[in-house]
């Protein structure tokens, strides 16, 4: 079992900055992809970015060039860099892992205003 807790969202106005963090319960970094969705009200999860266990980075076509997804293996840590936020990201954002069992994140709120 792993649990993967997130911090870092907030309110922020368009054209902000937030980064969002991503800490696992124990060292899974060296085999499993991680990565983020996100999910607004009234819509499905969406997915925004994944990072390999080699470091190779996905991301959504809605915030490529916005987005950076980064990790620190030694920190059991994934981050979200979210730069030049319009109120169309606002939603739950949840950190995932994928090296068998698929774990999931409480979530952390990002809200965007115009």
């Known amino acids: 079992q792993v649990q993967l807790v997130e911090s870092g969202g907030g309110l922020v106005q368009a054209g902000g900055s937030l980064r969002l963090s991503c800490t696992a319960s124990r060292n899974i970094f060296s085999f499993s992809t991680m990565g983020w969705y996100r999910q607004a009200p009234g819509n499905q999860r969406e997915w925004v970015a994944s990072?390999?266990?080699?470091?190779?980075?996905n991301y959504a076509d809605s915030v490529k060039g916005r987005f950076t997804i980064s990790k620190v293996n030694t920190k059991n840590t994934v981050y979200l860099q979210m730069n030049s936020l319009k109120p169309e990201d606002t939603g739950a954002y949840y950190c995932?892992?994928?090296?068998?069992?698929?774990?999931w994140g409480q979530g952390t709120q990002v809200t965007v205003s115009s």
């Open positions: 990072i390999t266990s080699g470091g190779t980075t």
């Open positions: 995932y892992s994928d090296g068998g069992p698929r774990y």
